[in-house]
């Protein structure tokens, strides 16, 4: 089955099960004891330590390992904040960023802190101009901005942000920047002046359960929960040394393949950026095409008058593996934060992401699959009722629903007339605004759950 999600996890790596069998034999003692075996576990975790930090572009000493991705962000984001409580409590954080990130943010708010979040453009690109003029708003001592965070590259659509800019501001402000490079870190170092970042192994084809944290020196960082002697106190409890040396052998091994497979992986996906518009009827490509600003592996785009869990749904059947940040895919079923803050289309959504590897074969299957896959949950998506002062009743209706009906109702309308919708989906928010913008009619408005839309186009 072709495996599309690799923004979300990739298998082994093969140096990754190579060098975690070998230290599961060399390395499972303890490397703080003086003995022969606990010597040999720590020159296994010294060495790690010593590769990881040269991919990240770091000293060794500057850089730990955690349980996860996830634990690195919140530990960096609290260790930070703690550390630099007398600048001030203010967060700066994207529109964009994580969820880690984000939810690192709503605990900080929870304990009193402040969290600005900076928007992006429609591509999902934040401005480095943007966080400039937020940290020259807030330089009053004891109120000042403690830390800012911003992501290497969007995990759903791509989107490179500009990282060496805002860190060369943050750096001038001296206020500390964090990375999450997750999504990059594989494909190549993270430039700039940066003072944190933060990565996970799963993500490049290490084993999961092991992320790491890097702190360049000068940072102000107070470790935050009870001390431990593990990871200079910052990560506490036993190191899974195995995993560890695995993920750091990994990292090395996709960073000497890197070049050749980004330039591999960035054809097939131009091919999908390019072909699935011409496929598919009403799609919106969103994101930033590489090498404008996006990673070489992963494209999204959005089809209008699609659940977006049932589109998964027929392409799992059809032997695909994909993902997507759609409302509809979603336990809570409310819009990805992601696509709402560039103000794009949710529903209906696909993120595909090439796992190293990727046969041109797979690709050409899947794009010969998408146009009946989307024709067929498109067939099966029950109307709503209508009335004669083009009114659109979908209240208690999910979102694709609306926008179907409204798409429907517009084209037997003349020019100039309003069509409303009632709709009290969350993502009917998101999702009629960007519809608006896709196809060229007016968006006018909402009051409560009543959304305007005036025909413009003849089409």
């Excluded at 959005?302 to 409302?327: I, M, P, Q, R």
């Excluded at 694709?400 to 007339?417: C, F, Q």
Aim: proline letters at 7%.
């Amino acid at each position: 089955m072709p495996y599309f999600d690799a923004a979300s996890s990739l298998p082994l790596h093969p140096v990754a099960r190579q060098a975690l069998l070998a230290a599961l034999d060399e390395g499972w003692a303890d490397p703080g004891r003086p003995h022969r075996e606990g010597r040999r576990a720590r020159l296994l975790l010294d060495a790690a330590r010593e590769t990881a930090a040269e991919a990240v572009g770091c000293r060794p000493d500057e850089l730990i390992f955690t349980p996860s991705g996830t634990a690195a962000v919140h530990s960096g984001v609290a260790g930070t904040l703690a550390g630099r409580r007398r600048t001030g409590r203010l967060l700066l954080v994207s529109a964009v960023e994580h969820s880690s990130v984000l939810h690192a943010a709503e605990a900080h708010e929870r304990a009193g802190g402040t969290v600005r979040q900076l928007p992006v453009d429609r591509t999902g690109r934040a401005s480095a101009e943007e966080y400039a003029a937020a940290l020259a708003e807030f330089r009053t001592p004891g109120e000042g901005v403690a830390l800012a965070c911003l992501q290497s590259a969007n995990h759903e659509v791509g989107t490179v942000q500009p990282v060496a800019e805002t860190a060369a501001a943050c750096a001038e402000e001296g206020v500390p920047l964090l990375v999450d490079a997750a999504q990059s870190l594989p494909w190549g170092p993270v430039e700039g002046p940066w003072s944190l970042l933060a990565a996970s192994a799963h993500k490049w084809g290490g084993p999961a359960g092991v992320g790491l944290l890097a702190v360049r020196k000068g940072t102000r960082f107070a470790v935050r929960g009870p001390a431990d002697e593990r990871e200079s106190g910052q990560s506490p409890g036993f190191e899974n040394i195995p995993a560890i040396v695995a993920a750091a052998a990994s990292l090395r091994a996709v960073r000497a393949e890197a070049d050749a497979e980004a330039a591999r992986l960035r054809a097939l996906v131009d091919r999908i950026r390019a072909r699935v518009p011409a496929l598919v009827p009403d799609v919106e490509v969103v994101g930033t095409p590489d090498p404008l600003g996006g990673l070489p592996h992963l494209v999204t785009f959005s089809c209008l008058y699609v659940d977006g869990e049932a589109l998964l749904h027929a392409l799992d059947a059809e032997g695909f593996a994909v993902s997507s940040g759609s409302s509809c895919t979603s336990s809570t079923l409310t819009p990805s934060h992601v696509l709402r803050a560039m103000g794009v289309l949710s529903e209906g959504n696909v993120r595909v992401s090439l796992p190293p590897g990727t046969p041109e074969a797979d690709v050409e299957r899947f794009l010969d699959a998408l146009p009946g896959a989307v024709a067929g949950v498109r067939a099966h998506v029950e109307p709503v009722s209508v009335s004669e002062g083009h009114t659109i009743d979908a209240l208690g209706k999910l979102c694709p629903l609306p926008v179907i009906e409204l798409a429907k109702v517009i084209k037997s309308v003349p020019v100039g007339t309003v069509v409303t919708v009632l709709a009290d989906d969350e993502a009917a928010k998101l999702d009629i605004p960007a519809w608006c913008e896709m196809t060229g009619h007016a968006y006018e408005g909402a009051e409560g759950t009543a959304f305007r839309v005036r025909r413009v186009s003849p089409d």
